[in-house]
């Protein structure tokens, strides 16, 4: 089997900065890498060949391998962008009323907040923030603070799989569950969610599902898509008019043509995913998921203890992927990260949720203890020489 040392070289990234932050913005591998070229290429050699004709055929086939990978209908998925666009299609076709409310958590991301808020707020609808105490417990503490939330306005439950700034995988399967049992329409928020855990959108009870292929499926940026239960998809008008809308030409889907032609655009991105896919596999991803998490997990206490603060779950493969937020005590998160960057070259994010801090790291394969000890050695040496990181007087 081949080593995840190996697997570093394989890589784009800079060997000069210490890249902890692949929750933001993934990394695409060589042979993805190439692969993305060589559709640019094919464009550029006969654009209408490509972008009229036989890219329609590659999408669908896109669309197959993804279907096959997250297991649902090719026909229930379409290509987007980024899930904020995806997101902006579902809650703009809601047809909210006046009063409904859309139950949701503190630990959203905050684009998506944003979105949830500029929606509700035209309908003089209410995106409820339910607050999810942390550290947490259990799965069954957070299903029962979540449900809390719920009366009988609740028209629609919008949720992250793995949160953005607390990097927390949440029991999405159950809360769906429950969704369902409520009457209500499930909406999972799925950007980091492709790649990194598993995903069986058919067991999954969402009536809408985004993921993110370009995190931690490894595809170049601008790849994602929108999974939306059959029953809804005649319901969702796109973001953008352009041919695909009441087409002269439709195909069996009007859901795929509603979203698929938003005008001219290189879609080279989405046709990488067989090969992301395929790339996964060769390297058995399995088991660099598992050494990743391994690596996630086997730390997260050090430093905690080295910041003084407790963890915001059980250290478990339930709660954590391959994220982690070490809550972290500042006053200056603009300045500690210019400092990590600049002087010590390492990319990490200094995350923000409901006025707490942390420092998440991200490990994939290409990631190694080195770079997590490298971590450690600049947060001591930022402890001791600047006021920029505090600790608790009970710890020191
Ligand atoms: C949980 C979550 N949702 C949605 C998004 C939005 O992703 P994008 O900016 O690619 O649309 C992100 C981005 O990191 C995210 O972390």
């Not at 899930?83 to 006046?98: G, K």
């Amino acid at each position: 089997m081949k080593t995840l040392a190996h697997l570093k070289s394989q890589f784009l990234l800079n060997p000069d900065i210490t890249y902890l932050n692949f929750g933001s913005f993934g990394a695409c591998p060589k042979p993805i890498f190439e692969n993305y070229l060589n559709w640019q290429y094919e464009l550029e050699t006969e654009p209408v060949q490509f972008i009229a004709i036989n890219g329609l055929v590659y999408m669908k086939q896109a669309r197959q391998a993804l279907a096959e990978y997250i297991n649902c209908d090719s026909d229930d998925l379409v290509f987007v962008p980024n899930p904020t666009h995806a997101f902006n299609i579902v809650a703009r076709n809601l047809n909210l009323n006046e009063g409904d409310e859309i139950l949701s958590t503190n630990l959203e991301y905050g684009a998506m907040d944003r979105t949830w808020k500029y929606y509700c707020g035209l309908h003089k609808a209410q995106y409820i923030r339910q607050p999810i105490s942390l550290p947490i417990q259990s799965k069954e503490e957070i299903i029962e603070q979540f449900f809390k939330g719920y009366t009988v306005n609740t028209r629609a439950i919008f949720i992250s799989h793995i949160t953005s700034s607390t990097g927390l995988v949440l029991p999405v399967n159950e809360i769906c569950d429950k969704a369902k049992e409520l009457g209500l329409i499930t909406i999972v928020d799925g950007a980091h969610a492709p790649g990194h855990v598993m995903l069986d959108l058919k067991q999954l009870k969402a009536d809408f599902y985004t993921g993110a292929c370009h995190k931690w499926m490894l595809t170049p940026k601008g790849s994602s898509f929108l999974y939306a239960h059959k029953k809804y998809q005649n319901d969702l008008d796109p973001l953008i008019i352009s041919w695909g809308y009441e087409s002269d030409n439709p195909s069996a889907s009007r859901f795929i043509d509603y979203h698929q032609f938003n005008g001219t655009r290189d879609f080279s991105a989405y046709l990488t995913i067989p090969k992301a896919i395929e790339f996964m596999n060769e390297n058995n991803w399995d088991d660099v998921r598992s050494k990743c998490r391994k690596l996630v997990n086997e730390n997260a206490v050090r430093f905690c203890d080295l910041l003084g603060t407790q963890p915001i779950s059980p250290i478990t493969d339930e709660f954590l992927g391959q994220l982690f937020s070490i809550p972290i005590l500042t006053s200056e998160p603009e300045q500690l990260y210019k400092l990590l960057f600049n002087k010590y070259k390492i990319e990490i994010p200094v995350t923000r949720g409901n006025g707490r801090f942390y420092l998440r790291y991200s490990i994939n394969a290409f990631n190694s203890q080195a770079d997590l000890d490298t971590l450690y050695s600049a947060l001591s040496e930022i402890i001791s020489a600047t006021s920029l990181l505090q600790i608790p007087p009970s710890k020191k």
